[in-house]
């Protein structure tokens, strides 16, 4: 009896054949790559919506699909050869020490708040000021996001950074976290660490950059509300133009000097926030304020609380919105963005439309005594200087705004 043939247990699932030859590299089953790694699952062709393609018909679009993957690989292979074998983490902390270094305690802390946010996606309680690593307190639950610190620099892309900038955040507050990480990376560059980076060009924005400032009558409540020695830092720092942080509050006699036609303030490169000598003009009624202020503290910073505490930059800060919620309360709102350094920006508006002499400036001028480019004080300003609104109007209507 001759033996029986056992029959072949059916197959299930896809039968072979129903390829897109259309790739021109192996073959590309229903729309799908090869993985490159030569293990499934395998890679879907997309187009440019986004879609699956799965349909063999589409040759044409299946053929742009597998170049536009293509393309993807080798800008990722370009990416990856830029960035060495450094990663992120260790780009920031060099970054990091070099800015403990060479910059502000401030500015330390602030930069080292939203790299240590990026790196670990942990918030920034939990960030070593002292060491700049995280501290062991954390927990996988403590995670805001999976952190970017363990990738390399050359497979960091734009879209990673926009993911991590917390919607929630105010327009400024982002522009700044940004723009730590775009001078962390330029420094590595500058280093010689890696040879590009990845996300020059992206848009860190102007946004949230404030140019409110204090009419007379805002001013006068401010004096009616306030406490004496905050109104004397709100004084001087509208009638200086100086930064009330670092140079107000950092103010000491050896920054004083008397001149032939006035005080000058001058501050060294170290101290300055642009890096470069600041020297403010110092108008005589404050000259008058800060002379028996030398006497009184021959060392250490002149402007104090009421406690005679030296001013810092939080300590201004939150008593101007203690002042500000005191308005409130009296039925007098400001500008939703007033702030303290709007002092400043009211130094220009003043400066520019000669109100303490009568005569007003130019850009030119004004960018002197506050210390900034020209260009700087053309942004924020030049909508206030009739010297050069003026020739608009003029080039519009034949005369100026008639």
């Not at 990738?151 to 929630?168: A, C, H, N, T």
């Not at 004397?232 to 036609?261: D, M, N, P, Q, W």
């Not at 028996?292 to 104090?304: A, D, H, I, T, W």
Request: glycine share 10%.
């Amino acid at each position: 009896m001759a033996a029986q043939r056992k029959k072949k247990p059916r197959e299930r699932g896809r039968k072979s054949g129903g390829t897109t030859r259309a790739t021109g590299s192996g073959k590309a089953v229903a729309g799908m790559l090869p993985n490159p790694n030569g293990k499934t699952p395998r890679v879907p062709l997309l187009s440019e919506q986004g879609e699956h393609i799965k349909s063999p018909a589409a040759e044409d679009e299946a053929k742009r699909a597998y170049a536009r993957w293509l393309l993807g690989k080798q800008e990722q292979a370009k990416r990856q050869a830029s960035g060495d074998s450094a990663n992120v983490l260790r780009v920031v902390q060099d970054y990091l020490a070099y800015c403990k270094t060479n910059n502000r305690i401030s500015t330390f802390n602030k930069r080292g708040e939203y790299l240590f946010d990026f790196c670990y996606g942990l918030p920034a309680r939990f960030w070593d000021y002292d060491i700049g690593r995280k501290t062991p307190k954390a927990t996988e639950a403590d995670k805001i996001h999976n952190g970017y610190g363990r990738k390399r620099v050359g497979e960091l892309i734009p879209m990673d950074v926009q993911e991590w900038l917390d919607p929630s955040w105010a327009k400024g507050t982002r522009r700044i976290a940004a723009q730590g990480l775009k001078r962390a990376l330029n420094y590595a560059v500058a280093m010689g660490r890696i040879e590009r980076n990845p996300i020059r060009g992206f848009k860190v924005g102007t946004e949230g950059k404030r140019v409110t400032y204090f009419t007379d009558k805002m001013e006068e409540k401010l004096v009616e509300y306030g406490f004496p020695a905050f109104n004397l830092a709100v004084k001087v720092c509208i009638r200086t133009g100086a930064r009330y942080g670092s140079e107000f509050a950092k103010l000491t006699a050896r920054h004083v000097e008397e001149t032939a036609k006035g005080m000058v303030w001058k501050f060294s490169p170290e101290e300055a926030k642009t890096h470069k000598p600041r020297t403010i003009f110092v108008a005589n009624e404050i000259a008058e304020i800060v002379r028996p202020l030398m006497k009184k503290y021959p060392s250490g910073p002149l402007f104090r609380n009421a406690r005679g505490k030296p001013w810092t930059i939080d300590a201004l800060r939150r008593a101007f919105f203690r002042l500000k919620d005191r308005l409130v309360a009296h039925g007098i709102t400001l500008d939703n963005d007033a702030c303290m350094y709007s002092c400043r920006h009211t130094f220009a508006k003043r400066t520019l439309g000669g109100y303490w002499t009568g005569k007003s400036c130019t850009i030119e001028q004004l960018a002197g005594l506050m210390g900034n480019t020209r260009q700087v004080c053309w942004d924020h300003y030049s909508k206030w200087c009739e010297a050069y609104t003026d020739p608009l109007w003029e080039a519009i209507n034949g005369s100026k705004g008639g």
